[in-house]
């Protein structure tokens, strides 16, 4: 029943911005935590973003830090990822996915989250 839909990639140009969202329906997404993972074609997913549900914590890869902002609101069970100053390597499809915690080892989010929604594409080129 658990269901997560993304939305707000498109074509962009190098420094500009997107806001991303993650919706949930079938559960209360406040109760969990949320990240935002990207993958481009012959590459390894990367998690780019995590936020707690519990103290509402934050991770960002340190390809996005500084650059990206991850947020929620719970009265709208949505979660947000604000991209700016985008660059081409931002370039890939976005996937947001729900478990109980953001769980980070040696820097690196891991990817085992238990949802995942069916990704939207970000590209960014001129």
């Known amino acids: 029943q658990v269901h997560l839909v993304e939305s707000g990639g498109d074509l962009v140009q190098p420094g500009g911005s997107l806001r991303l969202s993650c919706v949930a329906s079938g559960f209360t997404l406040g109760y969990y935590a949320v990240g935002w993972f990207r993958q481009a074609p012959g590459k390894e997913r990367e998690g780019v973003s995590c936020i707690s549900s519990r103290d509402g914590s934050t991770y960002y890869a340190d390809s996005v830090k500084g650059r990206f902002t991850i947020s929620r609101d719970n009265a709208k069970n949505t979660v947000y990822l604000q991209m700016n100053s985008l660059k081409p390597e931002d370039t890939a499809v976005y996937y947001c996915?729900?478990?109980?915690?953001?769980?980070?080892?040696?820097?690196?989010?891991?990817?085992?989250?238990?949802?995942w929604g069916q990704g939207t594409q970000v590209t960014v080129s001129s």
């Open positions: 996915a729900t478990d109980q915690f953001c769980v980070v080892a040696a820097g690196i989010l891991s990817s085992d989250f238990g949802s």
